[in-house]
């Protein structure tokens, strides 16, 4: 990327680690058979899938046999819900603060005529326990709720969801795709029955991501995909075998320096939040206690954030999720949180990683200080 650019969007994708990609490329060129062949050559590829394989499910709590690839973590979510389908059951409840690929794929279930609850949140973008807990009835097949919000960094409590679930005989998919590789997970401890993530998220490759699936879980997914009968007929066609490696190597790396990235990397989001908050009138949305070290977002009122991010021309943040960035409607996240759609869209995701320097944090406090008051109506 240019260096004149301050990339601060990490939550919508992050940069191939270099690592990463040195672990990647012998398996484009070098080692590049089939993993489903017989041969001599297929069967070392598929050791190696074992392997990294192996190593992931071992980060993340769990057995490698419990582990679905997918080509990311839409699919992984689609697989999920879908997978279901048929059951006896007829009730799924979400959170209306969910990604669009969990309300999305939900909106299409219920066209089928299953019925779909949209638990609210507060104004600072958490569940109500006790209110989420009487919505799940024994009527209830599947409870999604995400570990992290993608636009705000609020972290939901997910082992207290889970209990709240299986006490009614439920399932609960955990749409994990801003928390692995940032925070550490044990699948085990979370008590989740299905999770999804994605490797481009903690400086992996693009298109791979997967699907965990509790012991017995998986038997009842009916594929969206068949073919070759891949995966144990879970998702058949020819495994993305450089993806999978680049994924299990990106997960090894965020686990070994998690602790020092959270510690220099909060640290800059703090001194971000506090620069931009001396500006009059703006406010931070969505808890300041439980969420992500890396994520911030802010409003700036009386200032639309589409001039805001074209007036900053070389610093890259965001309006909202990536998949909702295309459009200038306001974020369905902040709205379910109570903003207004004026207050949402003059709001900023701010997302900082690995490369996110202290001189870059000053340089767009600066920078955004000098906006506002330009552009503010």
């Given amino acids: 990327m240019d260096s004149n650019f301050i990339y601060l969007d990490y939550n919508a994708t992050t940069p191939v680690d270099e690592r990463v990609l040195e672990t990647m490329l012998p398996f484009f060129s070098q080692s590049y058979a089939n993993p489903s062949g017989s041969h001599l050559q297929s069967l070392s590829i598929a050791d190696s899938v074992e392997q990294y394989t192996e190593d992931m499910a071992d980060l993340l709590g769990t057995r490698a046999s419990n582990i679905v690839y997918t080509s990311g973590a839409t699919e992984a979510v689609n697989l999920a819900i879908k997978g279901l389908l048929p059951a006896a059951r007829k009730h799924i409840l979400t959170v209306a603060s969910e990604h669009k690929a969990v309300l999305h794929t939900c909106e299409a279930i219920a066209a089928l005529g299953y019925q779909v609850s949209f638990l609210p949140v507060g104004a600072d973008g958490m569940i109500d326990l006790e209110q989420l807990a009487a919505a799940i009835t024994s009527e209830t097949l599947l409870v999604c709720v995400m570990l992290v919000n993608n636009e705000t960094g609020v972290i939901h409590p997910i082992r207290q969801i889970a209990a709240a679930a299986h006490r009614q005989g439920a399932l609960l998919l955990c749409d994990a795709t801003q928390a692995v590789g940032k925070v550490r997970i044990d699948v085990r401890d979370l008590d989740v029955d299905m999770m999804?993530?994605?490797?481009?998220?903690?400086?992996?490759p693009k298109g791979i991501g997967g699907l965990y699936c509790a012991d017995g879980v998986r038997k009842k997914l009916s594929p969206l995909i068949h073919g070759g009968?891949?995966?144990?007929?879970?998702?058949?066609?020819?495994?993305?075998?450089?993806?999978?490696?680049?994924?299990?190597?990106?997960?090894?790396?965020?686990?070994?320096?998690?602790?020092?990235?959270?510690?220099?990397?909060?640290?800059?989001?703090?001194?971000?939040?506090?620069?931009?908050?001396?500006?009059?009138?703006?406010?931070?949305?969505?808890?300041?206690?439980?969420?992500?070290?890396?994520?911030?977002?802010?409003?700036?009122?009386?200032?639309?954030?589409?001039?805001?991010?074209?007036?900053?021309?070389?610093?890259?943040?965001?309006?909202?999720?990536?998949?909702?960035?295309?459009?200038?409607?306001?974020?369905?996240?902040?709205?379910?949180?109570?903003?207004?759609?004026?207050?949402?869209?003059?709001?900023?995701?701010?997302?900082?990683?690995?490369?996110?320097?202290?001189?870059?944090?000053?340089?767009?406090?600066?920078?955004?200080?000098?906006?506002?008051?330009?552009?503010?109506?």
């Fill in 196 to 204: 999804a993530f994605s490797a481009h998220k903690f400086y992996g």
């Fill in 229 to 377: 009968g891949q995966q144990g007929k879970a998702r058949s066609g020819t495994l993305n075998v450089p993806g999978i490696v680049g994924m299990g190597k990106a997960l090894s790396l965020a686990m070994a320096q998690l602790q020092a990235d959270e510690t220099r990397i909060g640290g800059l989001r703090d001194l971000l939040e506090d620069g931009l908050l001396q500006i009059v009138g703006t406010f931070r949305n969505g808890t300041a206690q439980h969420r992500l070290y890396n994520t911030s977002n802010i409003c700036f009122p009386g200032v639309l954030s589409e001039q805001l991010i074209r007036d900053l021309g070389t610093i890259s943040v965001s309006s909202g999720s990536a998949c909702s960035a295309v459009t200038s409607r306001p974020s369905h996240v902040l709205q379910a949180m109570g903003l207004s759609d004026s207050e949402a869209l003059s709001s900023l995701r701010f997302s900082l990683g690995r490369s996110t320097t202290e001189a870059e944090i000053r340089s767009v406090i600066d920078r955004i200080t000098q906006s506002v008051s330009k552009l503010r109506y």
